[in-house]
């Protein structure tokens, strides 16, 4: 008997061309929101498994590579840790990883999909871990868009966890000069905005470099960085954007400091993580110094 027999599987497209399909041990949930599909799984190999119309979000094996390289490097970059705004997140994990920092007074979190928090709080509650619950946190489930127009607070640092912009995701709207301006208000001066940026392999990085350009003309320093992450099959990208810090550029010395200072223990991200997240491949690098397609 093949072994494929053996199992129902879950398979992700990445491209017309390329498949990664995942051994499926056991389906918690599978439907829809008024927003998007939804799937929780398990998996032999990755353990639990978050799926959003059809691309894994997270695993349970490896979310922290992904959500501690969102987290830590704009936050530890930064002197003000008091306030900060998260866009989507609605698995908590990033929410979590904000308030392991004793200095962050309260943390704003809007997602759009009230039914994914809910699902996440019931089936992934390893990736909140008790941050729902405390004290500082403010979870909004509202629009991310109309949130950023109408609310008047600064922040310390902006994360941006929503999906990535093509045209038929939620999070499309969320990503223009308009759009840009409104976060850039946001911000306090030497404040940092930070966002996951899709793909950096050499075959799928049009859509990072994209984001990237369409960045620079509204930040000093836009600076992209990655790492692989196993369950996404894939190299993938962030950006932090400032005009008052290069995060790129944050002394080894203050991020050990930084990570002393959390609740618990890193399992990915320190200082010598941190020049490796940087350290950009020739072929990302030339394709960022290119002029090309920009988001309007």
């Not at 308030?99 to 809910?118: A, Q, Y």
């Not at 966890?161 to 000069?177: G, Q, R």
């Amino acid at each position: 008997m093949p072994k494929t027999e053996h199992y129902q599987w879950y398979t992700e497209q990445f491209a017309p061309t390329e498949l990664h399909a995942h051994a499926i041990e056991e389906t918690y949930y599978a439907g829809r929101t008024p927003f998007q599909s939804v799937a929780v799984l398990r998996t032999p190999v990755f353990g639990k498994m978050l799926v959003l119309d059809g691309d894994t979000q997270s695993s349970e094996a490896d979310e922290k590579i992904y959500h501690e390289s969102l987290v830590h490097p704009a936050m530890a970059s930064v002197d003000g840790r008091a306030d900060v705004l998260i866009m989507g997140g609605g698995e908590g994990a990033t929410l979590r990883e904000v308030l392991r920092n004793p200095l962050v007074r309260r943390c704003t979190m809007v997602d759009i999909d009230g039914e994914v928090v809910e699902l996440s709080k019931k089936y992934l509650p390893e990736w909140s871990s008790g941050a729902f619950e405390d004290s500082r946190a403010r979870v909004i489930i509202g629009d991310a868009l109309r949130f950023i127009k109408e609310d008047r607070d600064s922040y310390d640092v902006v994360i941006s966890d929503l999906t990535e912009p093509l045209p038929d995701s939620p999070s499309f709207p969320l990503f223009n000069v308009d759009v840009f301006h409104d976060i850039k208000a946001r911000l306090v001066p030497n404040g940092v905005y930070v966002l996951q940026a899709s793909t950096v392999g050499f075959q799928n990085m049009a859509l990072h470099a994209k984001m990237a350009r369409s960045l620079r003309p509204h930040f000093t320093n836009v600076r992209s960085f990655y790492t692989h992450v196993p369950a996404f099959d894939n190299d993938w990208a962030f950006i932090a954007c400032s005009d008052g810090v290069d995060v790129a550029s944050t002394d080894p010395a203050r991020i050990d400091m930084y990570v002393r200072s959390l609740r618990g223990e890193n399992w990915f991200y320190d200082a010598e993580t941190h020049r490796r997240l940087f350290a950009l491949p020739l072929y990302l690098r030339r394709e960022l110094a290119k002029d090309g397609e920009v988001f309007a």
